[in-house]
């Protein structure tokens, strides 16, 4: 048994009907009973309000806040704002997590005496079917290591920067002046979860699978947009600048991490239908960056192949294909 301390898990919602009530369930359902859920409805237009105000009916724990749009960020802010558990959880509205998570995170926690728990996470189909699962966080590092270690293994795109990989302290976030608070643009992650970890004196690791993140088409992070490119631009930069400031001894492996964001952003670029002169400028710079990127040999396969596919100029006109026989096949079922 764990000492009974509270913990909030806090839920941005926006137009998810559909998958909300196997969200919640899933904290309901937790082994650990000490909790609190924030709901933040960020102006839903469609049901889910709703469905978290039934939960809200059914469940004391359940507090739920209706607000005006104004993103994922917002939301997140407001709801760890309303938040008392000494524990802190984001959870994402279409995603589920698995019953034990919160039992054995706060137990390794107090055992290893840390303040972070990083897990591993499954890849789930629009459905909610497994597709498969992240590479194991623990491969390559122990059960408790330190922020150096962890940073290291992200400059290798062997850990990813998701908020919801993470149980933390409340004090971590919130100590005195320190407040970490989430940037008001897309892929917050990148930006929020180094400067979080900046401060952990270490962290739990676990091999076990407690996440479930489902991969929507129509998602904010499936879709491209004009914002969600100057986003992503602005994210890669910022934690190049937070590593050489603050970890420099890592610096050599930077251009590493950079290399394969710099070709997830090529591909942003390239599935914007409109080609809006700033967006085709900027996919001609991030192609001359990655030509002089020469850590190829640190990609993972399917990676490999979108930079020689880049560097050849193929990469457009591949895709159009791949697209078009995507949509042929959908037209005809």
Same mark, same amino acid.
């Given at each position: 048994m764990v000492d009974k301390t509270l913990v909030s898990v806090i839920v941005p919602v926006y137009n998810v009907e559909n998958y909300l009530s196997k969200s919640f369930n899933s904290i309901v359902n937790q082994t650990y009973k000490d909790i609190e859920i924030i709901v933040v409805n960020d102006g839903s237009t469609d049901s889910s309000g709703k469905i978290a105000d039934s939960y809200a009916e059914k469940f004391s724990n359940f507090k739920v806040?209706?607000? %005006?749009?104004?993103?994922? @960020?917002?939301? &997140? =802010?407001?709801?760890?704002?309303? +938040?008392?558990?000494?524990?802190?959880?984001?959870?994402?509205?279409?995603?589920?997590?698995?019953?034990?998570?919160?039992?054995?995170?706060?137990?390794?926690?107090n055992q290893d005496e840390t303040n972070i728990f990083l897990m591993n996470f499954n890849f789930v189909n629009? %459905?909610?079917?497994?597709? @498969?699962?992240? &590479? =194991?966080?623990?491969?390559?590092? +122990?059960?408790?290591?330190?922020?150096?270690?962890?940073?290291?293994?992200?400059?290798?795109?062997?850990?990813?920067?998701f908020v919801w990989q993470f149980v933390c302290k409340r004090n971590l976030l919130m100590n005195g002046d320190i407040r970490h608070n989430f940037e008001n643009i897309m892929y917050e992650d990148v930006i929020w979860t180094p400067r979080t970890?900046?401060?952990?004196?270490?962290?739990?690791?676990?091999?076990k699978y407690f996440y479930n993140y489902r991969q929507r088409k129509h998602s904010i992070v499936h879709v491209s947009t004009i914002k969600g490119i100057e986003d992503r631009k602005f994210g890669i930069d910022n934690f190049s600048d937070f590593i050489k400031k603050y970890y420099p001894k890592l610096e050599k492996y930077l251009g590493i991490w950079r290399l394969a964001a710099l070709i997830h952003l090529y591909a942003m670029c390239t599935s914007i239908k409109n080609h809006h002169n700033e967006v085709e400028q900027l996919?001609?710079?991030?192609?001359k960056q990655i030509q002089l990127n020469k850590n190829v040999s640190s990609l993972k396969v399917t990676d490999k192949v979108k930079y020689?596919?880049?560097?050849?100029?193929?990469?457009?006109?591949?895709?159009?294909?791949?697209?078009?026989?995507?949509?042929?096949?959908?037209?005809?079922?």
């Open positions: 806040y209706h607000t %005006e749009n104004r993103g994922l @960020s917002e939301a &997140r =802010n407001y709801g760890l704002e309303k +938040s008392k558990g000494e524990y802190i959880f984001f959870l994402d509205p279409d995603d589920w997590i698995e019953k034990e998570l919160f039992e054995v995170a706060i137990t390794k926690m629009d %459905e909610g079917k497994y597709i @498969s699962k992240n &590479r =194991n966080v623990r491969a390559n590092i +122990s059960a408790v290591c330190s922020t150096e270690i962890v940073m290291k293994e992200i400059l290798f795109n062997h850990i990813q920067c970890l900046q401060f952990a004196k270490s962290i739990s690791v676990s091999e996919q001609q710079n991030v192609r020689l596919l880049i560097i050849s100029r193929l990469f457009v006109p591949i895709t159009k294909i791949v697209r078009k026989i995507k949509n042929f096949k959908l037209k005809g079922q």
